[in-house]
């Protein structure tokens, strides 16, 4: 039973996979409806690379432009002398390349197949996912990195099992977490660092990292603490890696998002609080209510998430957060091991500072731009509405029986067959006329 669960898990995940593959490189170099300014911006960055060489703190028009992306699409441009199909190729790859590591991470931190499937199925044919795969844009290098180095993070430790003892107490036993690796985290500090190099996003999502520790820390008391040290080693290599931008930005302070909290808190200190509501409206309301004006790398308006995923997304961060309140209570209620609860909680609450770190972003950038200054919460947007299907797949089993969960998830297929249909004509036929 088991080899034909982890058979029917490979011919899943190849078959997504390879959905997510066709949808990003079909027709590339001819669907894309031309330039866009922003990509521009990034085709001058990669020209400014081949003429004056790599610089690790590269400015375009007095701005700094982070070189990662750049520098990949210049060496792809050795190889296929288009620079446009150079670019759109490298952001399809870079997008593929998160299909895999949004999965691995998924798997690592829950161990459940099924939500990690769910969750790369939504990202595969998601609208938003696509168009940050296809367009030329720096914004994917960071949901790239960021999973790498969370992926990495979670391969560094392990759970213990439940213990099976005579004197065991439930009401009295936390799962431990043992380091598996030090090289684990310190891969996960290299790709942390790289991410830097990635967006303007990442100078905020690094810190879901040790915020990650901190929570977890605080709402499972003794859990984590013999692998503190991990956390160290992999903050102490992200740091030398960002070294250079660490330093450039020191000497150019307003290209902090220090300088955007200070306008912010000037007009919290004046009583001038409409622009900060109207802020926290835009940040909260840009995955389902309504979305980026621009039309660089959106449809004007368009909202991150469509009506079902919205409807998903909402009842999976609701469940996230009852977990957090309540971390083992399904598993003195029989329902998992206390091993099983602490992956399922941490996982939740990754995921929920990966979504508040990445929303904190727009709230500081305002609605304009929102569609690349998320992209750092976009694990998350999928990962909430995969975690409220497996809810309900588990409450079916429980309520119903075996054909419960079969009717949900066949359910669920269905609506991202008719997600994927609607998100083909929206990026090949609707989005290339949008300027």
Do not use: C
């Not at 190889?79 to 790859?93: F, G, M, Q, T, Y």
């Not at 459940?112 to 609208?127: C, H, M």
């Not at 990495?152 to 003892?165: A, L, P």
């Amino acid at each position: 039973m088991k080899d034909l669960t982890r058979r029917i898990e490979t011919v899943l995940f190849i078959l997504i996979l390879m959905v997510g593959i066709a949808l990003r490189l079909a027709a590339l170099p001819i669907s894309s409806g031309g330039l866009r300014p922003g990509e521009s911006d990034h085709l001058n960055a990669v020209r400014q690379i081949e003429q004056d060489g790599l610089k690790l703190t590269p400015e375009v028009d007095g701005v700094l432009f982070e070189p990662l992306y750049p520098a990949l699409v210049a060496g792809v441009n050795l190889l296929i002398p288009d620079i446009e199909w150079a670019a759109r190729l490298v952001s399809a790859i870079l997008g593929i390349l998160l299909l895999g590591l949004v999965y691995l991470w998924v798997r690592l931190a829950t161990q459940n197949r099924w939500l990690a499937l769910a969750v790369i199925a939504g990202l595969a044919t998601s609208f938003w996912g696509l168009m940050l795969s296809r367009a030329i844009e720096r914004a994917i290098a960071l949901a790239v990195m960021y999973m790498a180095a969370a992926s990495f993070m979670r391969q560094g430790f392990t759970v213990e099992e439940d213990i099976d003892d005579e004197d065991f107490l439930p009401f009295k036993y936390r799962p431990q977490v043992q380091i598996e690796g030090w090289l684990w985290f310190a891969l996960a500090g290299i790709f942390l660092g790289l991410s830097l190099y990635t967006h303007p996003a990442a100078r905020l999502m690094w810190l879901a990292f040790p915020a990650f520790f901190v929570i977890v820390a605080l709402d499972q008391p003794g859990v984590i603490r013999r692998i503190w040290p991990g956390l160290g080693i992999m903050l102490v290599v992200a740091g030398l890696i960002a070294i250079p931008l660490i330093s450039y930005l020191a000497r150019h302070p307003d290209q902090l998002f220090i300088r955007q909290v200070a306008e912010l808190a000037a007009l919290a200190q004046r009583g001038d609080i409409e622009p900060l509501r109207q802020r926290l409206r835009n940040a909260l309301g840009v995955m389902t209510v309504r979305g980026d004006p621009q039309v660089d790398f959106n449809l004007p308006g368009r909202p991150l998430l469509g009506p079902m995923m919205s409807l998903l997304f909402y009842i999976g961060v609701s469940i996230a957060l009852t977990s957090l309140a309540f971390p083992y209570r399904p598993s003195r209620r029989g329902q998992r091991s206390f091993d099983e609860s602490f992956r399922v909680t941490s996982a939740n609450v990754f995921m929920m500072l990966t979504l508040v770190f990445g929303l904190g972003q727009v709230f500081l950038d305002g609605l304009a731009g929102s569609a690349t200054s998320a992209v750092g919460l976009m694990p998350a947007l999928y990962f909430f509405p995969a975690l409220a299907i497996q809810w309900m797949a588990d409450s079916a089993r429980q309520y119903v029986g075996a054909n419960g969960p079969k009717a949900l998830w066949t359910a669920y297929g269905v609506g991202l067959i008719v997600i994927t249909g609607m998100t083909i004509h929206t990026a090949f036929n609707l989005w290339p006329t949008t300027f």
